[in-house]
């Protein structure tokens, strides 16, 4: 299912820079815990607040995760307002889409598929991967579309498990996620080979 004829051009819809600044992604992660189509992330930040949760997000993405933080970005508008982020990564195995999220003001307008695109862009580019992999919740339809749009194809199903011994701080430990449009506990696995392929065929 990957493009026969490579990623596709950036469309301008979005435009894409780097923010070094954590506290502009902590926000970026709070507000789009608002509508959030996982149920893992919506319990956890009812337990623990949405504020702790955008930290544990961002400290899990930047400290934990062995992709290069230089590669983050937000997602704007022409008009210069702040739309999605894209959290381009890795695990010890390969890329991956680490986090991508789409503000509730700018939901349903096609823009996952923007920052998806991108997102897999910036590690084909940087990488120069076989494959990107990304997990997605199985209730998140809409971001199972988007990868599916791109060319993503499911190569395996999972379930988490998860003991938590102190219930007052917030899990470090986490599934590979792709979301927020996010990801959780129960997912999809899926890979993209970014350039073209005889076995896409």
């Given at each position: 299912?990957?493009?026969?004829?490579?990623?596709?051009?950036?469309?301008g819809?979005?435009?894409?820079?780097?923010?070094?600044?954590?506290?502009?992604?902590?926000?970026?992660?709070?507000?789009v815990?608002?509508?959030?189509l996982?149920a893992?992330?919506?319990?956890?930040?009812?337990?623990?607040?949405?504020?702790?949760?955008?930290r544990a997000?961002?400290a899990?993405?930047?400290?934990?995760?062995?992709g290069?933080?230089?590669?983050?970005?937000t997602a704007?508008?022409p008009?210069?307002?702040?739309?999605?982020?894209?959290?381009?990564?890795?695990?010890?195995?390969?890329?991956?889409?680490?986090?991508?999220?789409v503000?509730?003001?700018h939901r349903?307008?096609?823009?996952?598929?923007?920052?998806?695109?991108?997102?897999?862009?910036?590690?084909?580019a940087?990488t120069?991967?076989?494959?990107?992999?990304?997990?997605?919740?199985?209730?998140?339809?809409?971001?199972?579309?988007?990868?599916?749009?791109?060319?993503?194809?499911t190569t395996?199903?999972r379930?988490?498990?998860?003991r938590?011994?102190?219930?007052r701080?917030p899990?470090?430990?986490?599934t590979?996620?792709?979301g927020?449009?996010?990801?959780?506990s129960?997912?999809?696995?899926?890979?993209i080979?970014?350039?073209?392929?005889e076995?896409?065929q």
């Open positions: 299912m990957a493009p026969r004829a490579g990623l596709p051009e950036p469309s819809r979005l435009l894409f820079r780097a923010e070094p600044d954590d506290e502009v992604f902590t926000g970026l992660f709070r507000r815990l608002e509508g959030s996982d893992a992330t919506r319990r956890e930040a009812a337990r623990i607040g949405a504020g702790a949760r955008a997000d961002v899990f993405y930047r400290d934990t995760m062995p290069e933080r230089s590669c983050w970005r704007r508008t008009g210069a307002e702040v739309a999605g982020f894209a959290v381009p990564s890795r695990n010890h195995a390969s890329p991956v889409v680490g986090y991508l999220g503000l509730p003001g349903g307008h096609g823009y996952a598929d923007e920052i998806l695109a991108e997102t897999t862009r910036i590690l084909a940087e120069d991967p076989r494959q990107v992999r990304a997990d997605t919740d199985l209730a998140n339809t809409p971001m199972a579309a988007a990868f599916e749009r791109l060319g993503y194809r395996a199903r379930l988490g498990a998860l938590r011994l102190n219930p701080q899990s470090a430990a986490r590979t996620p792709a927020g449009l996010p990801v959780g129960y997912g999809n696995n899926r890979g080979s970014p350039r073209s392929s076995e896409d």
